[in-house]
């Protein structure tokens, strides 16, 4: 099939459709009005985008035989097509194998790469990783912050599909639960006093779990806390940023985790100056938001391939030395 043909046919068919009914008695609009309509005033050219092919990085069953990964790792994280489908070996962009490999080394970073490159996978390994090495049921191990409940919505069922899809009736090797406005009372009280391993929430109910009463139970479970995710790091900003960097200090104190990982992805945080200036910035804005230090270093090059060329794209991991 000829796309563009059948774009010709499809506004042709249109155009007629709309004149048939357009009667305009007067001849200067009527010629304006028919000289828009020629010129594609309600029908603009498509958009034509490209769309970018990742570098590729190592597979899930790779790191696992490195030892970068659990070996449960490689029987969760499968492409998979349906409900019982144990699913086929996962290639990771190069993007996430390189955050995976920081967050095995217990450092701190910000992905920043564009919509639909895989940014939540960047984090999500390395958590469910942590939980497999430790055991479950240890209260939360890892608490990931979404700008809105929507974000937590669709990464609830990101989890289900890899954690459950699969797996039949099993319980998932790693609990998780999403914790905001949208639970009634009674789910937020099973949670509180039987915490999954891994919560999603957003930053204003995170605020409300330090300093509510009767969420005092979750904190108390929550002591070492080991991963503490913003998801879209770049929609706090000013007041709000302010508000964000004192609530990570105040997590740190409430859940006696002196070593919690502190983890940020972004399309957009820096879009002004070279590549190296725009890491830089990252690296200023990550330090003060995460009270710790963030170094422009140990870079994630995020690449596209496009007609035999290998394109960098702006997309990096920013951890500190040491």
């Not at 459709?17 to 305009?24: A, D, G, L, M, P």
Request: aromatic share 6%.
């Amino acid at each position: 099939m000829d796309a563009f043909e059948l774009h010709r046919h499809v506004i042709s068919d249109y155009s007629d459709y709309t004149k048939s009914f357009v009667r305009i008695a007067d001849q200067r609009v009527r010629e304006r009005v028919e000289q828009e309509m020629e010129q594609g005033l309600l029908w603009p050219e498509p958009l034509l985008q490209l769309n970018p092919a990742f570098e590729p990085g190592r597979t899930v069953d790779q790191l696992v035989q490195e030892n970068v990964l659990h070996p449960d790792c490689a029987r969760i994280f499968r492409a998979k097509a349906h409900e019982n489908d144990f699913g086929r070996a996962m290639r990771l962009h190069l993007h996430q194998d390189q955050a995976i490999q920081i967050a095995a080394q217990n450092r701190p970073y910000v992905l920043t790469t564009g919509t639909g490159s895989g940014k939540s996978l960047s984090y999500i390994i390395p958590i469910v990783n942590h939980v497999l090495n430790h055991g479950t049921g240890r209260g939360l191990q890892a608490v990931v912050v979404y700008p809105m409940n929507a974000l937590a919505n669709s990464q609830q069922e990101e989890l289900d599909k890899f954690l459950k899809r699969g797996f039949g009736d099993d319980e998932p090797l790693v609990s998780y639960h999403r914790y905001t406005g949208q639970e009634n009372e009674e789910t937020r009280d099973r949670i509180r006093k039987n915490p999954p391993d891994i919560l999603l929430t957003n930053y204003v109910m995170l605020e409300l779990i330090l300093t509510r009463i009767e969420e005092r139970q979750l904190v108390d479970q929550t002591q070492g806390l080991k991963f503490l995710v913003f998801d879209e790091l770049h929609t706090y900003r000013g007041r709000q940023g302010a508000d964000v960097a004192m609530l990570i200090r105040r997590c740190r104190e409430a859940f006696d985790s002196p070593d919690m990982l502190c983890v940020g992805t972004s399309a957009t945080m820096a879009t002004e100056g070279t590549s190296i200036e725009q890491t830089k910035l990252v690296a200023e804005v990550a330090t003060r938001i995460f009270h710790c230090i963030v170094p422009p270093c140990s870079n994630v090059s995020c690449r596209t391939r496009s007609s035999g060329i290998t394109h960098a794209v702006r997309s990096t991991a920013i951890a500190p030395n040491g």
